[in-house]
């Protein structure tokens, strides 16, 4: 395999990022974003973002997982807490996230700390979920080794019938993490490779802007 990409080429014209324009909090301008690339179509889960771990083997792995609510406390996403990642997590909780919308040439880099939600909002969502994904958290023992599909095909049809006539628990394995953020980092594609990139480090409960060379 050999694929020359040297010629792959864009230039990133549609919008740009000013201090001037900028709101005091990192979140708002996230919320912001979040809107206008939802509003403006061209990406299918606009929620999916890539979280990053430094695996216990010593190596970073990044994978993409759907956030499921944001406010200025952090950004939840939901998991099985004995995953290679929740097993990352527990081991070293500092991740990164980021959230690319090619549709408006936008990428947004968050640093933060992870941490398991409360109990109770963990359970309220998994009922909120779809049986089939209900099941299938009980199913899947996330990231073991199996022989073949048809080990989870056939715990998940014996689990159908477990629970066809009665309400499935929360997996007490399974919950949500809140990524407490300690800098943010919004790029905005701009022409000639001179992207905008600003930047919000928290420090002392303040969020301090730079402007980073693209």
């Known amino acids: 395999m050999n694929r020359d990409l040297t010629d792959y080429r864009k230039s990133y014209e549609k919008h740009f990022l000013e201090e001037k324009n900028l709101p005091k909090s990192p979140f708002t301008l996230f919320s912001d974003w979040f809107t206008e690339v939802e509003k403006s179509g061209g990406v299918e889960e606009t929620n999916a973002m890539t979280i990053t771990t430094k695996g216990l083997d010593g190596f970073p792995k990044a994978r993409v997982v759907l956030l499921k609510h944001f406010d200025e406390k952090g950004f939840v996403f939901y998991s099985n807490y004995t995953s290679e990642k929740g097993k990352a997590i527990e081991n070293d909780n500092k991740v990164c996230l980021s959230f690319f919308w090619p549709n408006l040439e936008r990428q947004v880099i968050i640093k933060g700390s992870a941490i398991k939600i409360k109990e109770k909002k963990s359970i309220d969502y998994f009922q909120s979920r779809p049986k089939?994904?209900?099941?299938?958290?009980?199913?899947?023992?996330?990231?073991?080794?199996?022989?073949?599909?048809?080990?989870?095909e056939t715990k998940l049809s014996a689990l159908e019938d477990q629970y066809k006539n009665t309400k499935i628990p929360k997996p007490p394995f399974w919950g949500?993490?809140?990524?407490?953020?300690?800098?943010?980092?919004?790029?905005?594609?701009r022409p000639n490779r001179l992207h905008d990139r600003i930047r919000f480090i928290n420090e002392k409960n303040e969020w301090l802007v730079n402007r980073l060379a693209p």
């Open 176 to 189: 949500g993490y809140c990524i407490q953020p300690v800098e943010f980092e919004f790029w905005q594609g």
């Open 132 to 152: 089939g994904s209900q099941l299938g958290a009980w199913a899947s023992n996330q990231s073991d080794i199996i022989e073949s599909r048809t080990i989870l």
